[in-house]
């Protein structure tokens, strides 16, 4: 019997019920985990051989995840039996790849920094304990070969209630005042309003020195850790709608962080714009020196055929000339953020078939309005299945090819291929489309596959050098019922 998807989204704390694994996590040998002592040829970065993907260690690698909570190192208790059990959960059904916001506004979130006797925070002091979480995440990733994506600045720590207990807040600290600094005790605005100067003290900026003093001894702890590790992404903000002149100034700071340890690095930027063509996006499309990846999560809160072509028109126009790793670290998908779960797991095939080098779903956080499928079952499937899907290619020597599909309708089906050698059609819902395989001669081997039941059918051959009729399997009973076919030539 087939698992259908209003049976998955009906309550991600249901799900998680449901599907609890066993407390049983992964046993490594620690004694061979020496993250620092790892060659620049080791560290994350751009594929030698497709630089619109990434290698680690040396290998092209595909980057899929999905985790109950950004701010992983500071949930350490997390579902289902702490932060090894997540990972490990992750990893089994074919993930690799978190994302990790430096925040601590969720319930028995810890700070950076420690406190006097009179119980206030002295910014000139560090809280060992959140410091120690942070470092555990990553060496718990780095056993597991999972990349972490850090984000640096998250502005909705620095905004209405998160605000009013956050260090930096210059009634919670012996450091400094607000009339020193300009740093208004309450905020009840939305981060995006931008009534909080804390993010304009860079020096071409607005020139706080007496804020940008405590901001560079952070972010230098932070990299002090996380430079010992070589699978981690760094983006400077979640989100911003800052000035690039805050972004610039903390690319180049933590940069040249890392060339004091004589490593390399890689660094983007994530705009708040949902519309890909916002010149707020053009910061880090124009410099490519500067951030050598590009992130467009923003545009998960886009639907259908419109979140397919306005990735494609970045692809295509904004990066054809600098080829660039295209990120998407957060999948939106749930009824507070970009409509449906369900068109969530059609966002993370969009992604990869329109040729990004990773896909993420979204933390649930709320379980019963989550911003996205998280670790549900429902993420557990679609990435079990993606990864199947993309381990049966050379995902790496495939473009997107849209061009090949005649007979569609708007957002009925994607095609990715190598032509010649493979070609994958993926159908969101049940439909019919024609695939120009005229660049093929000979027979082709057809295989479908059943996402939701994460099965192969049986293959089948037909001939090639034809226009080959493609009609996805499913009853048509449910509108989510996904498929993806593989056709490819004899070896």
Avoid at 334 to 361: M, V
């Amino acid at each position: 019997m087939k698992t259908l998807i209003p049976c998955l989204i009906l309550g991600t704390a249901l799900m998680h019920m449901a599907c609890t694994p066993s407390p049983e996590t992964t046993e490594y040998d620690t004694e061979r985990v020496q993250a620092a002592d790892f060659d620049n040829e080791d560290r994350i970065q751009p594929y030698s051989g497709n630089p619109r993907y990434w290698q680690y260690k040396g290998r092209p690698v595909l980057l899929l995840g999905a985790s109950d909570q950004d701010n992983l190192f500071n949930h350490p208790d997390i579902w289902p039996f702490g932060l090894e059990s997540h990972l490990d959960l992750m990893v089994e059904n074919g993930g690799n790849y978190i994302r990790n916001v430096m925040s601590s506004r969720d319930p028995d979130n810890l700070w950076a920094f420690g406190k006097n006797e009179d119980g206030l925070y002295n910014l000139d002091t560090w809280n060992e304990a959140y410091w120690s979480r942070f470092e555990t995440l990553l060496e718990r990733a780095f056993e597991r070969d999972i990349i972490v994506q850090i984000e640096l600045w998250d502005r909705f720590d620095f905004a209405r209630a998160p605000w009013q207990d956050n260090p930096y807040n210059p009634k919670n600290n012996g450091n400094y005042t607000s009339e020193e600094t300009g740093l208004p005790e309450v905020i009840e605005t939305h981060p995006g309003q931008r009534e909080n100067p804390f993010f304009r003290s860079p020096p071409d900026f607005e020139d706080i020195p007496q804020i940008l003093h405590y901001q560079e001894a952070h972010i230098e702890q932070l990299m002090s850790i996380a430079l010992k590790y070589p699978n981690v992404l760094y983006v400077i903000s979640n989100e911003t709608n800052e000035s690039p002149l805050w972004s610039d100034y903390w690319a180049h700071f933590i940069r040249d962080e890392a060339e004091k340890a004589e490593a390399v690095i890689h660094v983007t930027e994530m705009w708040d714009a949902w519309d890909l063509g916002d010149p707020e996006h053009d910061a880090t499309f124009d410099q490519p020196e500067l951030y050598t990846f590009v992130d467009v999560s923003q545009n998960n809160h886009q639907s259908g055929q419109t979140h397919w072509d306005n990735a494609q028109m970045v692809r295509n126009e904004r990066l054809s000339d600098g080829l660039r790793p295209m990120n998407s670290v957060k999948i939106y998908g749930g009824p507070t953020h970009g409509r449906s779960l369900e068109e969530a797991t059609h966002r993370l095939w969009r992604n990869i078939f329109g040729g990004f080098a990773s896909s993420r779903f979204h933390r649930t956080h709320n379980p019963f309005a989550p911003a996205g499928p998280g670790l549900s079952p429902l993420a557990q499937i679609q990435i079990k299945s993606l990864r199947m899907f993309t381990d049966s290619i050379n995902v790496f020597a495939c473009e997107p090819a849209n061009q090949l599909l005649s007979n569609r309708e708007e957002n009925e089906a994607y095609a990715f291929a190598e032509e010649g050698q493979t070609y994958a059609v993926y159908f969101p819902n049940p439909g019919s489309v024609d695939l120009d395989l005229s660049g093929v001669s000979g027979p082709v081997t057809v295989e479908w596959l059943d996402i939701m039941n994460s099965e192969w059918q049986e293959p089948f051959s037909v001939s090639g050098d034809r226009v080959l009729p493609l009609s996805a399997p499913g009853t048509g009973r449910w509108s989510g019922d996904p498929w993806a076919v593989l056709i490819t030539t004899p070896e």
